[in-house]
Each structure stands twice: as C-alpha cells, then as structure tokens.
C-alpha cells in the first residue's frame, strides 16, 4: 500500500467522511444502489465502516454486508461501529485475491480504494466473480486533476501536490475505469460527477480535514519542505478569514451491471 491507514489515520478519515459533502456522497452511492431487504452485499475497502453501517440498515436484519480491509486499525473502527448491527462482519482482506465465493454478493462497492489498488483489471475480475448476474457494482474514485485551489504561491502548492502524488496508485482513475469496466465485461448503468467544492474554510468543509492530509503527507516529501505545508495551511487559514477561500475537486462515481 501507498500509505499507512493506522489509528490517526483513521481519526482523520473519520473527521473528513463526516462532513456534509461525504455524507452526501454516501447518500449518492445508496441511491444508485437501491438496496433491498434481504441482500447481500460487499464493501471492499471498507475503511471505518460509515457505509457499511448505513448499508445494513438498508438490507436490515436478514441481509448481510461484509466489509474487507487491509488495515487493522480500520477493521477495528469498523467493528466498533457496527456492533450492534449483527448482519455486518468485518475481515482482513485484498481488494486483488477477495476470499469468497463466486456469485456471493447482489451488490459490491467499493469508495475510495481503488486509487491504491495496482492491477484494476485484476480487482474487476475479482469484483465478477463474486457477484451473481445481474448484480451491480458500485466504484467512486477522486480525479485529482480535477483539483482547484486558490492560492498567492502557486509554486509551493505545485511542490505539495507532486509530492501528495506519493499517496496512492492511481492519481485519476475515474478517466479509463468506464472502459476498463466494459473490457471487463460489465455493462455500464450510471456515471455521475461528485463534486466537493468548498467555498468556505469551515470544519463541515471536507477540503478543511482533506488540506490538513495533504499537507501532513507531503511536507518533507520530494522538493515541497516542512515550512512549505505549514505555510500552506497557514494560508489557508488566512484565506478562509478573509472570505478568499476556494476549493474544488471531483469524486466520480460508476455503477455498472455484471452481465455473467
Ligand atoms: C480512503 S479509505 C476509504 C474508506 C471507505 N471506503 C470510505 O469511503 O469511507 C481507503 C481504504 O481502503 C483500504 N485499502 C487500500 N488498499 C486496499 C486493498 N488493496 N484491499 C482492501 N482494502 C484496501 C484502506 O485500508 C482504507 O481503509
């Protein structure tokens, strides 16, 4: 893995994911779903189970949704979260080698994880085999091309952003995932733009706890300095007091059929 998911890690997601902008990104992924009753379904990546604890509410008592995580600390969070939800269990597990059988599953989704995950072709053969035809996959991954942020030291924020290139696999998955989808024999059902866009610098603002990552990863990475991500976030601040904050960056969201 690029980088490390450990306890402050997940306290930081934790913030981030919920915030209004991530609450409603969850609510965009339900309601492409449209999940029943009874269902079961996959979450690969299951982080620190705020999905998965909605999903289970939506398949209710004689569902089941299983979460699958590479981080200890995530797989804890998660357990926590879900305790009273006895529908729901958590393992550790690879997105590229998922330990279930085929055509388990009505439904898998998978938010934010893919851009750490080397061999998509090999994550979407997973993805078919475990789902029953017909079954529907859900795959929300960040363009951070699409990324746009006023700043007055363009060339500091352009040492930050090479060196937060570090973090995952993928820096814009969301641009070839159609096509790779349809190569992996899914038809498409939906494609949908998310967009976090920040115009205030408040902690209900995604960009507020995103910034704060970014910065803590790549100060003292490549040629972006310590000094660099706190000067950055102190601008930010003083950017946001003066009402000149501006932040904007896309999630992409693909839901697509497995044909069998
Ligand atoms: C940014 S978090 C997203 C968490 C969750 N899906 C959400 O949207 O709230 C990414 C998660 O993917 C997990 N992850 C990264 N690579 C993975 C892989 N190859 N297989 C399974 N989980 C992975 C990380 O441990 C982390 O919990």
Not at 52 to 59: D, F, R, T, Y
Not at 191 to 205: C, L, S
Request: charged content about 25%.
């Amino acid at each position: 893995m690029t980088v490390d998911f450990n306890e402050s890690a997940v306290r930081a997601l934790e913030a981030a994911y919920l915030t209004t902008d991530v609450v409603e990104q969850r609510a965009a992924v339900l309601r492409t779903l449209a999940l029943e009753p009874g269902q079961h379904v996959l979450d690969i990546g299951s982080g620190p189970g705020l999905l998965a604890w909605e999903m289970a509410n939506a398949v209710g008592p004689t569902g089941r949704v299983h979460g699958l995580d590479l981080s200890e600390p995530m797989l804890e969070a998660a357990r926590h979260r879900c305790a009273e939800q006895p529908q729901v269990a958590f393992q550790h597990g690879d997105a590229a080698a998922l330990p279930y059988e085929p055509r388990s599953f009505d439904a898998v989704v998978t938010t934010q994880v893919y851009e750490y995950v080397p061999d998509i072709p090999g994550a979407l053969a997973e993805v078919a085999r475990v789902l029953r035809p017909g079954g529907l996959v859900a795959i929300l991954d960040t363009d951070y091309d699409s990324l746009v942020v006023h700043t007055e030291d363009r060339a500091r924020l352009a040492r930050i952003l090479d060196a937060w290139d570090e973090h995952f696999v993928h820096r814009g998955l969301p641009r070839t995932l159609g096509a790779q989808l349809r190569e992996a024999g899914f038809r498409m059902r939906q494609r949908q733009a998310i967009p976090m866009f920040n115009p205030e610098y408040t902690p209900n603002a995604f960009s507020f706890h995103l910034t704060k990552l970014i910065a803590g990863f790549s100060g003292g990475r490549r040629d972006a300095t310590r000094e660099d991500a706190a000067g950055w976030l102190a601008e930010l601040e003083t950017l946001g007091r003066e009402g000149r904050y501006f932040f904007s960056l896309n999630r992409y969201l693909f839901v697509a059929e497995w044909t069998g």
